[in-house]
């Protein structure tokens, strides 16, 4: 038995690898210029993916970053536990479908779903997922996320489940003493660090807050807190991704075979009295973190191309050390 009987999946928006730790010493990452905070909003779906890899060879246009000063608390942490530095989302596009795999690992879509992209199907969609598996397992969990923050309402098995709470509930959950087996946390609006009038030091800040209320908690000694993004948001990356498998569908011009998986780079933290310190080089993407939970907790694989057992990616469990005495302090948020 593993002592981790909790995992928070926490998703935050649209930044790449080398945007947030291309400078963190040690990590696989580029110097580049200082990005403003807020940063203006960039197209980021599948098209806008293809048309910078096709022109430029590299992925995003916005060639600039944020430091330690603008991000303290996510820089603390990757001093503390685990930052991966090869983890990609698994659609190169925009959230949606990349919500969708944090969720399900699979995605019948390529950009965000819209009544005008008729080359892909419209929600609500009938697919296996993590929540409903985990419940038919005797399971527990909750979607902490404002009706407008997370996709759970696009699964039909999920979308009106009384498990669905606001993200203020979180809060009152830990202080109950109370978290579900694994639990997916969103931010409200203007912290999720997404780019347009939404401030990354803020969104930093708004996650902090959330990881002192759990660290402060005996519930701790049990957690497994996963922070993720969920998808590139425009912004340059020199790694490239790596080509597993084609869209199938259509769409506008290019988009018909084109790279499905994998998406962009972007970071991963790992946040747990198991988890090591240190960088962490092994191949994962959003799927990665359904791996982790299906072997954690001893569940049923689904029938999906991410969870076949030749799939890349890997499962987390390099990220931790179950038989090392874990370190039980509150973190500390500043580098």
């Known amino acids: 038995m593993f002592p981790i009987k909790h995992v928070i999946i926490l998703t935050k928006e649209n930044h790449t690898f080398d945007n947030y730790f291309g400078a963190f010493p040690g990590a696989r990452g580029v110097n580049l210029p200082h990005a403003a905070d807020p940063h203006p909003d960039q197209r980021h779906d599948h098209g806008a993916w293809l048309e910078d890899r096709d022109a430029r060879g590299a992925?995003?246009?916005?060639?600039?970053?944020?430091?330690?000063?603008?991000?303290?608390?996510?820089?603390?942490?990757?001093?503390?536990?685990?930052?991966?530095?090869?983890?990609?989302?698994?659609?190169?596009s925009e959230s949606e479908p990349n919500h969708l795999f944090l969720i399900a690992a699979d995605s019948p879509l390529i950009d965000n779903s819209s009544h005008h992209r008729h080359y892909q199907p419209q929600p609500p969609f009938n697919m296996p997922s993590l929540p409903e598996t985990l419940e038919t397992s005797g399971y527990t969990w909750r979607n902490y996320a404002e009706s407008d923050a997370s996709y759970f309402h696009h699964i039909q098995a999920l979308k009106d489940h009384p498990w669905n709470r606001p993200s203020s509930h979180f809060d009152l959950d830990i202080a109950q003493g109370f978290l579900p087996t694994v639990s997916w946390l969103y931010a409200p609006f203007g912290l999720s660090e997404h780019p347009g009038n939404h401030s990354v030091f803020q969104g930093a800040e708004w996650t902090a807050q959330r990881i002192l209320k759990l660290a402060g908690s005996p519930l701790w000694a049990s957690t497994a807190l996963i922070i993720v993004w969920d998808d590139w948001g425009g912004w340059y990356d020199h790694v490239m991704s790596p080509e597993h498998s084609i869209w199938?569908?259509?769409?506008?011009?290019?988009?018909?075979?084109?790279?499905?998986?994998?998406?962009?780079?972007?970071?991963?933290?790992?946040?747990?009295?198991?988890?090591?310190?240190?960088?962490?080089?092994?191949?994962?993407?959003?799927?990665?973190?359904?791996?982790?939970?299906?072997?954690?907790?001893?569940?049923?694989?689904?029938?999906?191309?991410?969870?076949?057992?030749?799939?890349?990616?890997?499962?987390?469990?390099?990220?931790?050390?179950?038989?090392?005495?874990?370190?039980?302090?509150?973190?500390?948020?500043?580098?």
Do not use: M
């Open 59 to 92: 992925e995003g246009t916005a060639k600039t970053q944020y430091k330690a000063s603008d991000i303290p608390v996510y820089w603390a942490l990757a001093q503390q536990y685990t930052l991966c530095d090869n983890y990609f989302t698994d659609v190169a």
């Open 248 to 335: 199938q569908g259509e769409g506008p011009r290019g988009y018909q075979y084109s790279q499905f998986r994998y998406g962009p780079r972007v970071p991963c933290l790992i946040v747990s009295p198991y988890a090591k310190s240190g960088i962490n080089h092994h191949f994962y993407s959003h799927a990665s973190v359904i791996k982790f939970c299906i072997r954690l907790f001893g569940l049923q694989r689904w029938e999906v191309p991410a969870l076949a057992k030749n799939d890349p990616s890997g499962d987390l469990f390099e990220a931790f050390d179950f038989n090392a005495q874990p370190r039980l302090e509150i973190p500390s948020i500043t580098p």
